[in-house]
Structure formats: C-alpha cells, structure tokens
C-alpha cells in the first residue's frame, strides 16, 4: 500500500388514436427538456451552441444511500483505525465504517478511508479497511498511480466541512461538497482550489424562476416548464488543471441549489427551481447554502441576450461573469 511510516494505520382500455397522441405529448416533453440542457464545452460555445435538459421525477434526497470511492486511488495519512485488523467484503461498508465515526456535531475522527478489494491484485490484503483523518480535508494527502495502484479510497465530510465557494463579482455563492457522492467531481474541485485564478472560468448563460417556479423553487401548477429554464450555467475549465471527463456519479433529482455538470463537465450549472420533469442525468456535486441563493438569483437577473441552442430559446449573459473557486479561511 505503501503507507508513510507515521500511518497508524383495473382501468378502461384507451383508443389507438387516444394512445398515440399521449405518446406523442409525451415524447415532445422529453425532446425539449433534453435540448435545454446539453453538454457545452468552452470551446463549442461559439460555433455549436447546445443547451441542458432533462425530463423524469424522481430521485434520493443529497448523500441518502451514497457510499463511494474512486478506484486506483491512496490516500495516505494516519490511521485511526488498521486495516490489518479490520477487514470488510465491499469497498461501501468502508465507506460507511468511516461516516459512523463522523457523525453528531463533534469533529470528524474519520475522514478518509481506504479498502483492497481486489481478490487477485491484492493477494493476503484483500479486505483491508483502513480508516484515516486527513490534516486538511481540502487537500487530502494522495497518491496517484493509475493501474499500479489496488486501492480505492473515498472521504467524508461532516457538518460545516467541504464548504467552498464561487467568488465572483456580485457576491460569494458558497456551496457544500458532496465526496461520498461524486468523488471524482470533488477531487478536481479540490485541485482547482490549489490555484490563484480561475483562468476563463465563468457564467454565461442566466435564466430566472420566470413565472414557472415559486420562490421556493416549487413548480406552479399549470405553468409552462420553461422558457426560461431557472438556472445560471457556466464552465468550470481553467489553464493550469488539465480538465479531464469525469465519469456519470450520483444524480439525484434536481433540487433548487443544486451544483450539477452538464454531460462529463466541464460546463455546469446551479439551479433555481426544483426540476423533477428532469431525468436524473446530471451528477450533483454540491449544493449551494440556501442563504446564498440571492446571489445566484441575482446573477439570473443580469442583462441577457436571446440565443438558440438546438432549436430551443436561451438567455446568454451580455457580459459573462468570472468566477473563482476558493476555500475558507482558517476562521471562517
């Protein structure tokens, strides 16, 4: 594993006719949504201007069932709790060995954890949960080396950790990490952290609650599902931190607040409305403090021009807003 020496380680039947026209209702909805919100890369957005969507109900609340790591991954540090000691069937019972010991309002006494459970590859190991407490939670002490490395390891964040947030020029939209989760998600934030800028790293695209949405987010009844869309967009790939496609993690359903990437990123959005009409096809990896949400509502409120991406109406910021993602000072 090659720990440092320090780790401790019945209804009536419908007509054809009638079945036919709710089908085909019910695949225009889905059309649209798909459209409004499709993976846009920065350098697509002049040329192909596509949007993000989506379209079923459903889905967990943040974090409910979520237990993951990312394969090929160490994390070193010391050890709270031996993996030579204790030892587990499935990478997620150490996922959850981990969150039992960081619950209540006390400080976490686990935060990261790490297992072998590859039979072959990990050879008299295999099994082993190590159960560790990153010094900075923020930057966890890694080792990477693709397919050389059996382990998988996740971490966890307790009440008030993982908080960051999008600086931009209106105001700080604070946000909640979620790395059991989207691990992959939370990491190149973490990287993106370790940097002094955010070098093109923006939102360009603002569309308001409209008269669709109440301000809690909750959908009138009756009302249209957009245009607008209720949401800000924008990309998160900067120069420095080479931005590679993160895999499809947890997709919950869309709630107001939600941090979610459009397709394998970089391009992302922050919602304003709850979007159950959405599939459960972006991956959330946060979600914005709900006393922060006036900022995000009021960059959806800034001069916009009309554009069309894949045939559906959009609001493009006239003037993008630059962001960068930061983290909080040791008092805060």
């Given at each position: 594993?090659?720990?440092?020496?320090?780790?401790?380680?019945?209804?009536?039947?419908?007509?054809?006719?009638?079945?036919?026209?709710?089908?085909?209702?019910?695949?225009?909805?889905v059309?649209?949504?798909?459209?409004?919100?499709?993976?846009l890369?920065?350098?697509?957005?002049?040329?192909?201007?596509?949007?993000?969507?989506?379209?079923?109900?459903?889905?967990?609340?943040?974090?409910?069932?979520c237990?993951?790591?990312?394969?090929?991954?160490?994390?070193?540090?010391?050890?709270?709790?031996?993996?030579?000691?204790?030892?587990?069937n499935?990478?997620?019972?150490?996922?959850?060995?981990?969150?039992?010991?960081?619950?209540?309002?006390?400080?976490?006494?686990?935060?990261?954890?790490?297992?072998?459970?590859?039979?072959?590859?990990?050879?008299?190991r295999?099994?082993e949960?190590?159960?560790?407490?990153?010094?900075?939670?923020?930057?966890?002490?890694?080792?990477?080396?693709?397919?050389?490395?059996?382990?998988?390891?996740?971490?966890?964040?307790?009440?008030?950790?993982?908080?960051?947030?999008?600086?931009?020029?209106?105001?700080?939209?604070h946000?909640?990490?979620?790395?059991?989760?989207?691990?992959?998600s939370?990491?190149?934030?973490?990287?993106?952290?370790?940097?002094?800028?955010?070098?093109?790293?923006?939102?360009?695209?603002?569309?308001?609650?409209?008269?669709s949405?109440?301000?809690?987010?909750?959908?009138?009844?009756?009302?249209?599902?957009?245009?607008?869309?209720?949401?800000?967009?924008?990309?998160?790939?900067t120069?420095?931190?080479?931005?590679?496609?993160?895999?499809?993690?947890?997709?919950?359903?869309?709630?107001?607040?939600?941090?979610?990437?459009?397709?394998?990123?970089?391009?992302?959005?922050?919602?304003?409305?709850?979007?159950?009409?959405?599939?459960?096809?972006?991956?959330?990896?946060?979600?914005?403090?709900?006393?922060?949400?006036r900022?995000?509502?009021?960059?959806?409120?800034?001069p916009?021009?009309?554009?069309?991406?894949?045939?559906?109406?959009?609001?493009?910021?006239?003037?993008?807003?630059?962001?960068?993602?930061?983290?909080?000072?040791?008092?805060?």
């Open positions: 594993m090659g720990r440092r020496h320090h780790d401790n380680d019945g209804s009536k039947r419908l007509g054809f006719p009638v079945f036919l026209l709710i089908s085909l209702a019910a695949f225009s909805l059309y649209i949504s798909l459209s409004t919100l499709r993976p890369s920065s350098s697509q957005f002049a040329d192909e201007r596509e949007a993000v969507g989506g379209s079923e109900a459903g889905g967990d609340e943040y974090g409910s069932g237990c993951k790591g990312i394969e090929n991954l160490e994390l070193w540090g010391p050890a709270v709790k031996w993996g030579t000691d204790f030892r587990l499935r990478s997620e019972q150490c996922c959850s060995a981990c969150k039992d010991m960081c619950s209540g309002d006390g400080p976490c006494l686990c935060n990261s954890w790490v297992f072998c459970g590859h039979k072959e590859k990990c050879g008299d295999f099994g949960c190590w159960l560790k407490k990153q010094n900075d939670i923020l930057d966890p002490d890694k080792q990477l080396a693709e397919q050389k490395v059996v382990w998988t390891s996740g971490l966890i964040y307790g009440k008030g950790e993982g908080i960051v947030y999008l600086e931009t020029e209106h105001g700080n939209l946000f909640k990490l979620f790395p059991e989760c989207a691990p992959h939370v990491l190149y934030i973490t990287e993106l952290l370790k940097l002094r800028h955010c070098a093109g790293c923006r939102f360009h695209r603002a569309e308001g609650r409209g008269e949405w109440d301000s809690e987010g909750n959908h009138i009844s009756g009302r249209t599902f957009g245009p607008p869309f209720a949401l800000i967009q924008g990309t998160l790939e120069e420095g931190v080479p931005f590679g496609r993160i895999p499809k993690e947890s997709c919950p359903s869309i709630k107001r607040g939600s941090v979610a990437w459009i397709g394998s990123g970089p391009e992302f959005f922050i919602s304003l409305a709850n979007h159950d009409e959405w599939r459960k096809d972006y991956t959330v990896f946060g979600a914005v403090l709900p006393e922060d949400m900022i995000a509502e009021k960059i959806a409120q800034l916009t021009k009309q554009d069309i991406w894949s045939n559906i109406q959009v609001s493009v910021l006239k003037n993008p807003v630059s962001l960068k993602v930061k983290r909080l000072a040791s008092s805060q």
